[in-house]
């Protein structure tokens, strides 16, 4: 048995890995910041059909989910900094593509690939908001503006809390793969402490317990949060039932 899973060297492992989990938690928060900004950008726009740009974004959408997160990175790493390294040569802008970390690639990557799927499930929460909350908003004098940020994000964003709790766990994932754009997280870790013992399943086997952790805090803390936005939806079903009422 010892052969096959040396235990004490999965406890070791741990705490060498834990020291990059820093890493891991600032490119999901970065780039959550973007896939959430870009996601509410692409959602509104689909949600009021702007000419021209509903069709950008729909192909945006389609591309995005169309292709392999992997190969994403790929592109972010290897086609920006080609493309900024043209636009140095037509224009003499002087911009230092070489001094520009896989960090920064891998950051855009991610936030762009989670902002396709979050613009999805933020179009649908839009959608859910009852119209005639919208034409009551509109009756009492309210602009488009005002109807928008007052009424309908609101309640948009709460009925979209489960699906941002659920991309923002996908997204603590993806940052698995980071590691392709020479950025040294958990999973990159693993890979060089693994290659110096060449005990591959002891060190992947405290990987997956420790995401696994850490998307259980995740679901606890948006399973907490969903509770909390849903009191005001209980509120008239006790006020009915107090007798006091």
């Given at each position: 048995?010892?052969?096959?899973?040396?235990?004490?060297?999965?406890?070791?492992?741990?705490?060498?890995?834990?020291?990059?989990?820093?890493?891991?938690?600032?490119?999901?928060?970065?780039?959550?910041i973007?896939?959430?900004?870009?996601?509410?950008?692409?959602?509104?726009?689909?949600?009021?059909?702007?000419?021209?740009?509903?069709?950008?974004?729909?192909?945006?959408?389609?591309?995005?989910?169309?292709?392999?997160?992997?190969?994403?990175?790929?592109?972010?790493?290897?086609?920006?900094?080609a493309?900024?390294?043209?636009?140095?040569a037509?224009?003499?802008?002087?911009?230092?593509?070489?001094?520009?970390?896989?960090?920064?690639?891998?950051?855009?990557?991610?936030?762009?690939?989670?902002?396709?799927?979050?613009?999805?499930?933020?179009?649908?929460?839009?959608?859910?908001?009852?119209?005639?909350?919208?034409?009551?908003?509109?009756?009492?004098?309210?602009?488009?503006?005002?109807?928008?940020i007052?009424?309908?994000?609101?309640?948009?964003?709460?009925?979209?809390?489960?699906?941002?709790?659920?991309?923002?766990?996908?997204?603590?994932?993806?940052?698995?793969?980071?590691?392709?754009?020479?950025?040294?997280?958990?999973?990159?870790?693993?890979?060089?402490?693994?290659?110096?013992?060449?005990?591959?399943?002891?060190?992947?086997?405290?990987?997956a317990?420790?995401?696994?952790?850490?998307?259980?805090?995740?679901?606890?803390?948006?399973?907490?949060?969903?509770?909390?936005?849903?009191?005001?939806?209980?509120?008239?079903?006790?006020?009915?039932?107090?007798?006091?009422?």
């Amino acid at each position: 048995m010892g052969n096959f899973f040396d235990f004490q060297l999965f406890i070791d492992n741990i705490p060498a890995l834990l020291e990059f989990l820093p890493v891991t938690i600032e490119l999901t928060i970065l780039s959550m910041i973007i896939a959430v900004i870009m996601g509410t950008i692409i959602a509104l726009i689909r949600y009021s059909k702007t000419p021209v740009l509903y069709h950008l974004a729909t192909i945006y959408v389609s591309f995005i989910r169309g292709t392999p997160i992997i190969v994403q990175l790929f592109i972010a790493y290897f086609g920006i900094p080609a493309l900024l390294r043209a636009l140095n040569a037509a224009y003499e802008w002087g911009i230092p593509v070489d001094a520009v970390p896989g960090y920064v690639f891998a950051i855009l990557a991610l936030g762009f690939n989670e902002s396709a799927y979050l613009s999805e499930t933020f179009r649908a929460a839009l959608l859910s908001v009852p119209r005639g909350q919208i034409e009551a908003a509109q009756a009492l004098g309210m602009t488009n503006g005002q109807t928008l940020i007052r009424i309908i994000l609101p309640e948009a964003m709460t009925v979209a809390l489960p699906g941002i709790g659920n991309g923002l766990i996908t997204l603590m994932k993806g940052t698995s793969l980071s590691f392709t754009t020479g950025v040294v997280e958990m999973t990159a870790q693993g890979r060089i402490i693994a290659g110096r013992s060449y005990r591959y399943f002891e060190v992947y086997v405290a990987l997956a317990i420790i995401y696994w952790a850490i998307t259980i805090i995740l679901e606890l803390v948006f399973s907490y949060s969903e509770g909390k936005f849903s009191v005001s939806d209980k509120a008239p079903e006790l006020i009915q039932n107090d007798p006091g009422v």
